[in-house]
């Protein structure tokens, strides 16, 4: 079971930025997945998830309404589109398979991580 993620930069702030979560070693369909971010400052924090049915997500109410989750089950891929950046949004973005995913939250549950891609929102 692999996570990889890709995606992140350096951007100006009100840019946009699409990250990548390509898995391998299972079929997409079979978990929910995260994407969480975490800076030296704030603790590991739980951004965005999707059901494997898609019919639930959730997204942190700081970043709603400019972050979207979606999933493509046929090329295994988790996307998390991220407009309107804020210099609050620089962090290590990460993304987890298997989490428990409601409609008002999050965790981790099965323990599968890709490794982090910073994004760096700064003028």
């Known amino acids: 079971v692999q996570l990889q993620a890709s995606g992140g930069g350096s951007v100006q702030p009100g840019s946009s930025l699409t990250l990548s979560c390509a898995v391998s070693g299972f079929e997409l369909d079979e978990y929910a997945y995260g994407w969480f971010r975490q800076t030296p400052e704030k603790e590991h924090e739980g951004v965005s998830c999707?059901?494997?049915?898609?019919?639930?997500?959730y997204v942190l109410d700081s970043v709603k309404g400019r972050f979207t989750i979606s999933r493509d089950n046929d090329n295994k891929t988790v996307y998390l589109k991220m407009t309107s950046l804020k210099p609050d949004d620089t962090a290590v973005y990460s993304c987890?398979?298997?989490?428990?995913?409601?409609?008002?939250?999050?965790?981790?549950?099965?323990?599968?991580w890709g490794q982090g891609t910073l994004v760096t929102v700064s003028s």
């Open positions: 987890a398979a298997g989490v428990l995913c409601t409609t008002g939250g999050f965790r981790a549950v099965a323990g599968y």
């Open positions: 999707i059901s494997p049915s898609e019919d639930i997500t």
